[in-house]
């Protein structure tokens, strides 16, 4: 069973860092495409980073050259890196996963906003100005 489990959200200043955790069971990370996606209520979700099965990654503009997506093949754990962090980057981050889609990065952020099959429930960011 493919369960996905976020942790490492919270309340920081703005400028400051966070790394958030995605714990996977069920798969192994270093086999499926995963990524994360920002949420916020009453607003869309938001495609944030993605790593493809072939272990390259993208990112949404707003986010590139701050956060880094990176995997841990031995914990089995997705991270997400995130640096210089901005108000704009509140929300509730989810990370996500789906064997079939994905093989490259640039995928995994189309799937990520169009139907990936696993989702966690998500871990709170706060950024405080």
């Known amino acids: 069973q493919v369960q996905l489990a976020e942790s490492g959200g919270g309340s920081v200043q703005a400028g400051g860092s966070l790394r958030l955790s995605c714990a996977a069971s069920?798969?192994?990370?270093?086999?499926?495409?995963m990524g994360w996606v920002r949420q916020r209520p009453g607003n869309e979700r938001v495609a944030i980073a993605g790593?493809?099965?072939?272990?390259?990654?993208a990112y949404a503009d707003s986010v590139k050259g701050r956060f880094t997506i990176s995997r841990d093949n031995a914990k089995n754990i997705l991270y997400l890196e995130m640096n210089n962090l901005k108000p704009d980057d509140n929300g509730t981050y989810v990370c996500?996963?789906?064997?079939?889609?994905?093989?490259?990065?640039?995928?995994?952020?189309?799937?990520?906003?169009?139907?990936?099959?696993?989702w966690g429930k998500g871990t709170a960011v706060t950024v405080v100005s």
């Open positions: 790593i493809g099965r072939t272990g390259d990654t």
């Open positions: 996500a996963t789906d064997k079939a889609h994905g093989m490259w990065a640039s995928q995994v952020l189309y799937w990520l906003l169009n139907g990936m099959d696993y």
């Open positions: 069920g798969f192994s990370v270093s086999d499926w495409p």
